[in-house]
């Protein structure tokens, strides 16, 4: 028997359900079979099916061990899809008979290719996340080349032309950011970029400006 991987999961009211890939079959666990369709001990309720119907579910079921949620692994039961089937037609439970459809659902989707293998979507959701790194770099390659053709341009002329050098300047004299200079500006009606503001004070040679805003 191979190793078995996880190929699907899927919600059934509100149980969780996963199905493996056991060689050429697939497979759910007792437990999460007992939970979907309700009973109020799932492990005892079909562990007991089990024996009466021994015969038949011997031939539709494997014990392997499954790595649990506390990180340890136990021998746990799998039924087939044949076993599955089988349990659905001797249970009494309500629900069996709509967990029968959605197994068949499932496993049929997993057949035709109309349901995706976690494996295959991990492995489109990879190659989607790397486009968007790729998109990511050329978008931050742009936004640097903006930015490096926009300290090549000459110094700005509208702070000068505008009549507010003395304010400018007497604010950041005072200790005030640029952007604190820049919004009252704008207050005033002179509506200029935090950047040109920076440039304006490197320009008429008060203390570098590394970061804008600061």
């Not at 044949?82 to 049929?108: M, N, W």
């Not at 300290?151 to 950011?177: C, D, F, Q």
Request: net charge positive; aromatic share 8%; glycine share 6%.
């Amino acid at each position: 028997m191979g190793e078995l991987e996880l190929v699907r999961s899927a919600m059934f009211g509100n149980v969780a359900c996963d199905f493996y890939r056991q060689g050429n079959d697939i497979a759910m666990t007792r437990e999460q079979i007992g939970r979907a369709l309700e009973y109020p001990n799932p492990k005892r309720a079909l562990s007991d099916m089990h024996k009466k119907h021994k015969e038949r579910l011997d031939k539709f079921s494997v014990v392997r061990k499954i790595r649990t949620t506390d990180g340890k692994e136990y021998n746990t039961y799998l039924y087939s899809a044949r076993g599955i089937y089988e349990i659905c037609r001797h249970s009494t439970q309500p629900k069996a008979d709509a967990f029968y459809d959605f197994v068949y659902d499932i496993l049929e989707g997993l057949r035709t290719g109309a349901i995706v293998a976690v494996s295959a979507e991990a492995g489109s959701v990879r190659e989607l996340l790397q486009n968007v790194y790729v998109q990511l770099d050329l978008i931050q390659a742009k936004v640097l080349a903006l930015e490096e053709a926009a300290e090549r341009k000459p110094w700005p002329k509208k702070i000068n032309k505008a009549g507010m050098a003395e304010v400018v300047l007497s604010m950041r004299r005072e200790g005030r950011s640029l952007r604190e200079i820049t919004q009252a500006l704008t207050a005033m009606g002179v509506v200029v970029s935090l950047a040109t503001v920076g440039r304006y004070c490197q320009k008429v040679n008060l203390p570098r400006i590394t970061r804008p805003g600061v």
